[in-house]
Structures are given as structure tokens and as C-alpha cells.
């Protein structure tokens, strides 16, 4: 079959892929399983090689190996897939060994006889983004190919910093030495099929929209919950809480493309527009505010975790209650939370409608029964629509029932990983579903008032019971503004 217009050329990109922190986490569970199936599906170029930079010593044999723990491996394109890895033990933030690094690009350049892009992906632990890019320009390993101008690409993962002035900082560094278009900031969710989808439901039928407003819709609730803890990553997890970790940019991320108005183009530069333009017009809370719209709380047993600090007070639950101040989301509600150890394992969206209590009806249903949108992102990838209908029968009884739109069935397709949609993007040079600066500066000038209100100690850090479905506050919280929570009662495409 043809590759679709937008992938075909490919293969004539030439590209080196060097990846800093091969040996870790994210490395080896995501963008190495990815760029195998890309490679598999011959989604990659023509002339392609993967650098794999950590500090430990091994040999390209010993990497592989480590890299099969993650991989599913039947058939013989393993072998052709790890003849493309180089294994180089280098130091980013040391300064060691990036001379090496220089020496296999140029030999790569040399042997393939054409100028290669250089992509350099930054799978480091964020508190050594500065040192390592300034390590990467000193040794001028961002200058590629001069002689065709080939320029090249730098990409880099949330959390972008830790508060707005550590985020200015590493875009600083960023900008020292490559220019916007060549910047690739990650949010994975960005990645994610069901999570694209959201744009083609809200800009590809004509029936939402209208009903898209304050008019119609009583709140939102966004839930991003996990049944696993923090497993091992302690280090970076008690330093970073879950108000970092998820809500500044999965969540947030989420949040915009609900609220977002349409772009006039499905590329980049419009879509960053339309996103910018509604994440700065999130409210900012006032430290009051933060008291009353906010909860936080941390899974019992957390202070036992490898490497969390004996007294830790990081949260691992984490709720916040938003507006947005724009005439079509004036006094709508966004309630937006996240845990780790909880009862579900559910990331979705659900959009509640007004129940304007239609008086002909008012004899035959206890108290009105108002209509969901669920957006569920993962598992059970799908979009339902809870309806009101008549139970069949003799008398006039009105119940609930739900529509489903289910990928499972629907499309009997695999759904590629984030990263195979990422990684393949940065390839062909589209920015559309990457962050750019100011973005990140707005999510965090959203989140610093919190945090500051947090750090001081308040709202009260409550403990939950792992598998529960977080601290009573979170729940307190909502049902104060006569509200409840939907998922998991609204989960849908179940199996
Ligand atoms: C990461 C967070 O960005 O997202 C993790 O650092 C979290 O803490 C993960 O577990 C969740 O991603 P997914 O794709 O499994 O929902």
C-alpha cells in the first residue's frame, strides 16, 4: 500500500538519532520500542542510524540486551534493528566523551556521502537540561551538516523546569544555540490517538459545536487516575509531586484542547495560536482561592517508597478546580485531578451538559437526568453520549442510556504507541503536536500560585488509602458545588 502523502518522503531524510539517557526509564519503555516499530513498519529513513549515549560502559550486544527486556522480539528485523545502534558510554552533563559523539556523526556523514540530520532527544532527568545543553553547544554537536546547512534538531520532555523561572532558564540554554523550529518539546498525551481524536470530534462534525459553551455546559471534569505508585522512580517523583508531574501538562494540555477555539490551519503555527490563546486565558488563583479550589493528598505507605525523603509532604494526589475568563467559558468549571494508587485506571474527559429540566416531563423522573460526553483516552479508548430514553413498557419512564463510539470496534486497527506518532513527526520536521515556550510559561504561571500555596502547607496534605479513590477533600470539593464525580460511574467501551 502507499504511504500517505504526509509520510512518503521519509526515506529520503536522512537522520541520525541520538538519544541521551539510553539505559533509562523512558529510553527503553518507550522510545526505543517505538523507533522498532517504526522501523519495522519501514517508517524510518533510508539512512538512518540511532546513537544510544549513558554512562555506563557496554558494548552494542550488552545494550540490545537490556533493550529486549522491553521489546517484544519474533522476528528477524531485531537483528537488522540493532545493526543501526551505536552504543557510546558519554556523559552529557559531565562533559565526557561528546568528542566521541562528534567523531561517530561525522563518520556516519562520511560513509553515508550525503549531510544527515542530527536529532539529538534529551531522555535525561530535567535537572541536567541546562548542563547538558551547554555541553552539546560547547562541543558544537548542534551545528550538523554545515557545509549543506542542515540543521539540527534538539528534542526535550516535560516537566519543562519546575516553575516559570526555571523554564525560562532551560529555554534560554535552548535558544542559545537552536532556534524554534528546531526546539521539539514533548508532552507524550499530545501523542496519543484518542487524545488527536478529540480535534477531529470537535472540529469534524457539526453537531457539537453549537452546544460548546457556557450555554449549555454545566462543568468538566478531567481524571487522569493510576492504579500503579510511583514504583522507582522516587528520586525524581518526591521532587517533583504530581501537581508537576501531571497537572501542568498532561492535564492541562487536555484542558485546552476541550476549550480551544478551531485553528484556520492544521498545522504548527495556527494550532499553537489557538492553544496559547486559551491556556492564558485560564484564571490564575489567588492564594484564597487555592484554599477553597484545590486538594491534595498522599497514598499511604508513599514515605516507604525507595527514595522518598522520610518526611516527604509531596503529594501524590493532586486536584484543581479552574475557569477559564473568555465569553465562551465564563463560570463553567474544570475540575482537573490526578493520583497515583488509586481504585481506577482511567484517563478521560467528561463534559457534563446543563439539565434544564424540560416541563413535560417533570411527573416521570425522579430528579432530571442531564446528558455526558465521555472522552476516555485510555483503557478503552472510545466516546460515549449519555442520552435520556424511554423505557420500553406500557407506562412512561424515563431512563439513562448510553451511545458508544468504541476504536476497539470501530477501526480494526492497532493504535500506534504516542511515541511511534511523536518520534516519526520529528522526523518529517511537523511541529503540530509539540509545545512550544510560551505555552509552557502560561501552564506554569497557572500552577506556581498553587504550588506556593501548597509549599506553605495548606490545603492540609491528606492521606489516602491505596485503591481508594483519593482523599475525602477531593471529594468534598466537588459535592460542595453539588456535583459529583463521573468517572468512574461513566466508564465506557468495557470489555
Ligand atoms: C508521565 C508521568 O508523564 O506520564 C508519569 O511522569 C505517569 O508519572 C505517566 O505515570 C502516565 O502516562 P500514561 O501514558 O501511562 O498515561
Known sequence: MPLPREI??????????????????????????????????????????????????????????ILKETIEVKDKSWNNFTQK??????????????????????????????????????????AIYQKALEN??????????????????????KPFGTDLKTSQEIHTKLTKYFDQDQIYRIDHYLGKETVQNIFAFRFGNELFEPVWNNHFIDHVQITQAEYRGIEKRGEFYDRTGALRDITQNHLLQLLTLITMEEPHKFEAKSILKKKLEIISSIKKLTPEDALTSTARGQYQGYLAEEKVTSNSQTETYALTKLTIENPRWQSVPFYLRTGKKLEGNVTSIIIQFKEKGHKIFENFWEKPLPNHITLQIQPNEGIGIRLVAKKPGLTTQLEPVDMEFCYKTSFDVPQPDAYERLLLDIVLGDQSLFLSQDIIE?????????????????????????????????????????RQWLAPLLTICKI
Not at 552533563?93 to 553515508?112: G, H, I, V, W
Not at 552539546?136 to 526535550?156: E, K, M, P
Request: proline share 5%.
Open 8 to 65: 512518503a518522503g521519509i526515506k529520503d531524510l536522512p537522520s541520525a538519532f541520538v538519544i541521551f539517557g539510553a539505559t533509562g526509564d523512558l529510553s527503553r519503555k518507550k522510545i526505543f520500542p517505538a523507533l522498532f516499530v517504526l522501523f519495522k513498519a519501514q517508517l524510518l529513513p533510508e539512512k538512518f542510524k540511532i546513537i544510544a549515549a549513558a554512562r555506563t560502559s557496554h558494548t552494542r550486544e550488552s545494550f540490545a540486551q
Open 85 to 126: 545502534i551505536d552504543y557510546l558510554s558519554a556523559d552529557i552533563a559531565e562533559n565526557k566523551n561528546l568528542q566521541e559523539l562528534s567523531r561517530l556523526l561525522e563518520d556516519f556523514e562520511e560513509k553515508s556521502n550525503v549531510c544527515i540530520k542530527r536529532i539529538f532527544h534529551m531522555a535525561v532527568s530535567p
Open 136 to 157: 552539546l553547544g560547547r562541543n558544537g554537536l548542534h551545528l550538523g551538516c554545515t557545509t549543506h546547512g542542515s540543521r539540527a534538531r534538539i528534542v526535550v520532555e
Open 442 to 482: 502560561e501552564s506554569w504561571k497557572v500552577i506556581d500560585p498553587i504550588r506556593q500555596v501548597w509549599d506553605s502547607g495548606k490545603p492540609k496534605l491528606s492521606l489516602y488509602k491505596p485503591g481508594s479513590w483519593g482523599p475525602k477533600e477531593a471529594a468534598d470539593l466537588i459535592e460542595k458545588d453539588g
